[in-house]
């Protein structure tokens, strides 16, 4: 029908639009920060964990609430807000041990808000949820015009200029959410009940683990991009530069997703974004030319858009009923949480013990091993199948 189709249209832009524009703004900023006051790499390493493994309490706790009261809203603007005032304490920090709170405040506050805004929109779009990628892509139009504008401005400021200019986007998130069609379950459903049947399904447990070794490989790029990038003698403006480059790969991914979607399935797409994966981390490992960055920033629209629309969508589709927002945050810790931890706390060993491009190396020799493995295992079980 076209209300269930249109009503997350508008809507569902705007939110990703600011929300990723926020994002953007100081997510990938957060580890040159602990480093200019001062912080040792395993600090740093630490702390850039503590997004990723605070994110596996916060998400799944605050999206279990939602489905268990049906409060889907309510919820959804408390975390907003919770997210925006947790930014601002960042720059009280003058240590590790100052700034670990403030750290882990910010992921339990902040991590819930895409699962809810990620599940409204899929349940809004139907059977026709292969749209998803159309709507999401304005995520990646707010990341990209905002990370060359913060670049520039921390070269002419500083990096503390990040924190506001968060808040100010997350308040216009807030604003967008006002007409987002958020999913309502009237009193709820018994989330524990719907645990036991997601957990007794075998499928969850081959998405999950190809969920988790991807997220550990992203986490790599994902913590350590602008260090790299520091070290091999690159300005502001062309780290900023890197992410546009990174969202020109994800619009036109995004846009065509559903395509692959239809042709392919979603796990065969899994894999194939995990194989790439592999192909970027190997990139950077041997890359010394700052301006040559630019090139496996492309590949982040297999590594990331392809992957998100497979994830989401094989999410929902498995997601007993009433449970589309707790199998989101599931989705989402596993890959930026679980595997965000793994991927930040074993880069920051690396990083201190080799240095960063061999860190790199290592971490695609990992992704690399994992999808030919979940490759011999996919072709295995549809062999069993037809026999």
């Known amino acids: 029908m076209p209300g269930r189709t249109d009503a997350p249209g508008a809507a569902g832009k705007a939110v990703y639009f600011f929300f990723y524009a926020a994002s953007a703004s100081l997510l990938p900023v957060l580890t040159l920060y602990y480093e200019s006051v001062g912080l040792a790499g395993g600090q740093v390493g630490i702390l850039a964990a503590l997004w990723p493994a605070g994110s596996v309490v916060g998400a799944a706790t605050w ?38 709170p403030v750290a882990l405040a910010f992921a339990l506050a902040s991590s819930p808000v895409m ?88 499928r969850w447990l081959l998405f999950l683990t190809i969920v988790l070794v991807r997220g550990a490989g992203g986490a790599f790029t994902h913590h350590y991009l602008f260090i790299y990038m520091s070290a091999i003698g690159s300005s502001g403006v062309l780290r900023g530069l890197a992410l546009a480059a990174s969202t020109v790969s994800e619009l036109v991914v995004f846009a065509v997703a559903h395509r692959f979607l239809r042709r392919y399935g979603s796990r065969r797409l899994l894999i194939a974004a995990l194989a790439v994966t592999s192909v970027r981390l190997f990139l950077n490992s041997v890359i010394t030319i700052p301006e040559l960055v630019l090139l496996p920033q492309l590949l982040h629209g297999v590594t990331f858009s392809l992957f998100l629309v497979a994830g989401v969508t094989y999410a929902q589709e498995i997601a007993p009923k009433g449970m589309g927002a707790t199998a989101q945050s599931i989705f989402t810790s596993t890959n930026m949480g679980v595997g965000g931890v793994l991927g930040a706390l074993l880069g920051g060993y690396l990083y201190q013990a080799f240095g960063i491009q061999r860190m790199f190396l290592a971490a695609a020799l990992m992704t690399g091993t994992a999808a030919l493995l979940f490759l011999f295992v996919f072709r295995g079980r549809r062999r069993v199948r037809r026999s």
């Open 63 to 100: 999206a279990a609430a939602a489905d268990a009261t049906g409060r889907h809203r309510r919820v959804l603007v408390t975390t907003i807000l919770s997210s925006i005032a947790a930014a601002q304490l960042f720059v009280l920090g003058v240590g590790f041990w100052s700034l670990l």
């Open 115 to 202: 699962p809810l805004v990620d599940n409204s929109v899929l349940e809004s779009l139907g059977e026709d949820r292969s749209r998803y990628g159309r709507v999401r892509l304005w995520g990646a139009v707010g990341w990209g015009l905002s990370a060359p504008l913060v670049g520039l401005a921390i070269d002419r400021a500083e990096l503390g200029i990040v924190f506001p200019v968060y808040g100010v986007l997350m308040l216009l998130t807030l604003a967008a959410t006002v007409r987002l069609p958020v999913t309502t379950m009237g009193s709820g459903v018994d989330v524990r009940a719907g645990l036991r049947l997601m957990a007794s399904d075998r």
